[in-house]
């Protein structure tokens, strides 16, 4: 018998995505006294000169500012507190429930939100966010004998992030669990039909082509405030040139902005699809009909 596959996953990028800004930018740099542009420029250096990988780059250029003044994972957790989001954030993680009609919950059907970024975990573990979200996948730091942050001992890069689709496909949350072991797709909790993935941009490119490829759905996001269009430019190089996705949408989460709208719409067609199925498979008796043993 396969899983009930109910649950309709939402999984988002966080940099440009949910917030306007880098989380390092907002809240670690003003902590410390790092000059922004003094940061990007030295990671930059690094990727370019010495061929890091750019998520590396930054971490070691962070643990370099940080040498004599290293916070702890408890440290940068309560920085998290300072983290800003996009209008209508995180409001809209409650307000979703509301789109599913009383069929769709009678037939189990909910919503479940991931975060999947090359940004610090632990920041977004303390921000405002983290009680709406599932599971929060993100860069990590080890700790020193003295409790002092002192090597990655996790690194997202962008094309890692697929990684973690996967595990949320196969509900192996946990980093101790292969995600490279055998499922079966129907024992699979969140088929990539019921998946929506909201990124911003180029590095969110793997993670679009592996929803197009499995039948998920995206949504590029952009900055309507960006006066250099940079922002838009990107979500459109996605949905046009690039024919990554379908939508693209300014990044207002607010209720009946634009996003909002094609989220809902998302939603109701995979709850739709979701119900259909169910029925199908009661009336096949390969599950039992909800509410019943």
């Not at 006294?33 to 420029?41: D, L, Q, R």
């Not at 919503?111 to 610090?120: A, L």
């Not at 009661?282 to 009909?289: D, L």
């Amino acid at each position: 018998m396969g899983a009930p596959q109910n649950i309709i996953g939402i999984v988002y990028d966080y940099d440009q995505t949910l917030s306007p800004t880098y989380m390092q930018d907002e809240v670690i740099f003003p902590t410390f006294g790092i000059k922004a542009s003094e940061f990007w420029k030295r990671c930059r250096e690094l990727v370019d000169r010495d061929g890091f990988e750019s998520e590396l780059a930054y971490l070691k250029v962070m643990l370099d500012y940080l040498a004599f003044d290293r916070p702890s994972n408890a440290d940068l957790q309560k920085l998290g507190v300072g983290l800003r989001f996009y209008k209508g954030l995180p409001e809209m993680f409650d307000e979703l429930t509301t789109v599913l009609s009383p069929e769709h919950q009678a037939m189990g059907v909910k919503i479940e939100h991931y975060i999947v970024s090359s940004g610090i975990k632990t920041l977004i573990d303390g921000s405002a966010l983290r009680p709406h979200i599932r599971e929060v996948f993100g860069c990590e730091f080890a700790e020193d004998e003295s409790g002092r942050i002192a090597f990655p001992k996790r690194v997202i890069s962008h094309t890692a992030k697929t990684q973690y689709l996967f595990r949320i496909n196969k509900g192996m949350l946990q980093p101790n669990e292969d995600v490279n072991d055998h499922m079966p797709e129907e024992l699979r909790p969140i088929p990539f039909r019921n998946m929506i993935y909201v990124g911003d941009g180029p590095t969110d490119v793997p993670c679009f082509t592996l929803m197009k490829k499995f039948g998920g759905h995206g949504i590029a996001v952009y900055n309507s405030e960006d006066e250099t269009r940079s922002s838009v430019r990107k979500a459109y190089q996605l949905s046009g040139p690039a024919d990554r996705i379908k939508f693209i949408a300014p990044s207002d989460y607010r209720a009946g902005s634009h996003l909002r709208l094609l989220l809902e719409e998302m939603i109701l067609d995979i709850a739709g699809g979701i119900v259909e199925r169910r029925r199908r498979e009661v009336s096949e008796g390969k599950i039992a009909a909800p509410g019943h043993a």
